[in-house]
């Protein structure tokens, strides 16, 4: 099958571990774990080895103007190794513009948990793009990047490069942003990817399973801690307006009635450095059975943070690829719904996923 061409926006921990992760499985072909942790090892006809990066951008120092094989390792990602053995991309990270990149209070942070930002100038991102023909951009900025974010989606727009905006602000998500990608014939996915088996997508399972089994939800919180810099960045709550309103949106949305906002809170709660890239979810729901009577579930899940979202993006990367070969254009609602927090429209995850398997198959456009 032909290589898929990539490009990545944030060379951190999530890039770090989609990258190690194409390797693992283009080493682990014919094995018999080929599918162990892929939602789709075969996505019409796209393997995870079909990936190629052919461009990354970031802002720090320690990787702008290094070798992307050897930038993922850099400072300060902690993403645990899945294929720390990997070959020269001949990719060089350039350097993107910062904008709002990066959050004031990360200087005040020893260098190995923090971002260094480079004084190099910015590359065109535009020129890059049609320079490596890259098809699938794929963003990881900081949450709270709402210039970057745009920056790169003007970019996507212009050179006809689909997005997959895994950072919570609202591109694909947004109308005004949806019709233009959709009038330029360009597939995109977005925004703010869900992990494969994390926080957001279980409380969405057990706030179903509270409504499918006649148990009338009254209140709700997700707390979340982590040591990876995504956690430090969102210590600054003035950065976590959309992060907010899209992990409470995935939730309300699968509700038969939404909650009053006192009775829900969910987002990121605080940064512990020894946490590393380990990512832990305290959730607890309150509610009412039979006969009015109360129920309380408590849970802890404990993941590792961006393995978690590289087998989402993986599979929203080549569902970008195959939109591309049929010549459908726009948000993939379809794909969106199952893979991100704040899609163009909510579905609950049993029918997105039978819609997104309907896609694969070419039953449906998006």
Known sequence: MTKIRVGIV?????????????????????????????????????????????????????????????????KPNKAIDIWPELPDYGVTVQMGPILDGVSEHMADYPPDETFL????????????????????????????????????AHACLETGTSLVNCMPVFIVSDPTWGERFARRGVPVVGDDIKSQLGATIVHRALAKLFADRGIKLERTYQLNTGGNTDFLNMLNRHRLGSKKIS?????????????PAHDVHIGPSDYVPWQG?????FLRMEGRAFGNVPLELELRLSVQDSPNSAGVAIDAIRCCRLARDRGVGGPLRSV??????HPPTQITDDL??????KFIRGEIDH
């Open 336 to 341: 969106s719904a199952y893979l991100m927090k």
């Open 117 to 152: 930002p480079g004084n190099r100038p910015a590359v065109d991102v535009a020129t890059v793009l049609r320079a490596t023909r890259t098809e699938v951009v794929v963003s990881y900025l900081p949450v709270g990047s709402q210039q970057a974010a745009q920056h790169y």
């Open 247 to 259: 992990k409470t949106e995935a939730v309300q949305s699968v509700l038969p009635e939404r909650l």
């Open 352 to 357: 997105a996923r039978d819609l997104v398997e």
């Open 277 to 281: 890239d380990n990512k832990i979810c």
């Open 10 to 74: 944030g060379v951190g921990n999530c890039a770090s571990s989609l990258v190690q992760g194409v390797e693992y499985y283009r080493h682990a072909s014919g094995g018999a774990h080929d599918q162990t942790g892929l939602m789709h090892y075969d996505l019409g006809g796209h393997r995870p080895e079909d990936i190629e990066i052919v461009c990354a951008f970031d802002i720090d120092e320690r990787k702008v103007g290094q070798p992307l094989h050897k930038a993922i390792f850099a």
